[in-house]
């Protein structure tokens, strides 16, 4: 049953009961709402990178901190679709941009933008954005050229949100979150773990995304990536433990959605990555950049989807599958553009 009205103490009931009784419930969770074998391959592109004015304490593009990621405003069209087309034949059925911006602004780069999704549409893949905080008709637009998903994390739960960012309230991610719904747009929402909070902020998090009014279609669990120059710099990590209960915990409480493995995976052996499928995971970033941050390379993940029997997932399945309408422009239409 899909609910979106649980409360905490049910979900503390989940989160705390012993760890392979934990796993065991959510596998057959999982069984029930998706194929065991089938991951879907995702690629993240920073498109504009470095210079955000968000004090985020965990990332290494806010302007405030000193790290060692080089600033670049937005890339070329053409360095956009080439890279799109190179995760394409790699194996990934999604393609997400990046840019480093507090919030989307009606300006000449958001057109620039909106070609790109028109652009990646037309190869048939999924195209997700994550570019801050985005208005309604901000995300109408993007609709309109053909996005298929928008990424906006919550990060943390909401008690312990002040302790990772100051320069945007736990509000203005949620809605952002609501005006990304009232598009049609599929929602991604999850958030990172290991940045020092305690086990009542995972279940917090948790208990924030599946008591949404609708469950986002894609939920990524993150691994912090301690990166120096930032507040989080020496912040010890959640262990592999401890990312397989949050991802179980999740496949439990939003079975129909994607849980993606995201930041982080460089850590986890392929044992662990496997851990990870079991407890519900269903898909990966591949490339051995995650915007700024490292991240397993393509040879790594196929031998390990070769060593798992897994396939990775067509695109647009779930929206098929569930019968959700979404704009896909022709094959070899949206590429003329260049700048």
């Not at 939003?254 to 995201?262: E, F, I, Q, W």
Request: hydrophobic share 35%.
């Amino acid at each position: 049953m899909i609910r979106t009205n649980w409360t905490r103490a049910e979900v503390e009931a989940i989160f705390n009961q012993p760890f392979l009784d934990l796993v065991y419930q959510a596998a057959t969770v999982h069984r029930q709402y998706h194929d065991p074998n089938e991951v879907q391959i995702s690629t993240l592109l920073s498109i504009k990178t470095g210079g955000c004015p968000e004090d985020c304490s965990y990332c290494s593009q806010a302007a405030r901190y000193h790290t060692n990621v080089k600033v670049h405003k937005l890339l070329p069209y053409n360095e956009v679709i080439e890279a799109a087309l190179r995760a394409k034949e790699n194996g990934s059925s999604r393609f997400c941009m990046g840019a480093a911006w507090r919030e989307v602004r009606d300006n000449s780069d958001f057109d620039k933008v909106i070609d790109m999704v028109k652009g990646v549409n037309s190869l048939g893949m999924e195209v997700c954005c994550t570019l801050g905080m985005l208005s309604e008709q901000q995300a109408e637009r993007l609709k309109e050229a053909g996005l298929y998903a928008y990424n906006h994390n919550i990060d943390t739960s909401e008690e312990y949100y002040d302790d990772v960012i100051t320069t945007r309230t736990y509000d203005d991610r949620l809605e952002t979150l609501g005006n990304v719904r009232k598009a049609k747009i599929s929602v991604c929402s999850g958030g990172i773990i290991g940045m020092g909070e305690s086990v009542d902020d995972r279940i917090g998090m948790l208990l924030t995304l599946a008591n949404l009014p609708e469950h986002p279609e894609s939920v990524p669990v993150n691994n912090l990536v301690p990166v120096e120059g930032t507040p989080f710099e020496n912040q010890k990590t959640a262990s592999v433990w401890e990312l397989v209960r949050v991802i179980a915990t999740a496949r439990i409480m939003m079975p129909r959605s994607a849980v993606r493995l995201s930041a982080g995976r460089l850590e986890l052996n392929y044992e662990g990555q496997a851990f990870c499928f079991m407890a519900g995971a269903n898909s990966i970033f591949s490339g051995d950049v995650l915007l700024t941050t490292p991240n397993p390379d393509a040879n790594s993940d196929a031998e390990l989807f070769q060593i798992l029997s897994i396939k990775p997932k067509e695109a647009f399945k779930d929206a098929k599958k569930q019968g959700i309408e979404f704009n896909q422009i022709p094959s070899g239409q949206g590429l003329e553009h260049t700048y």
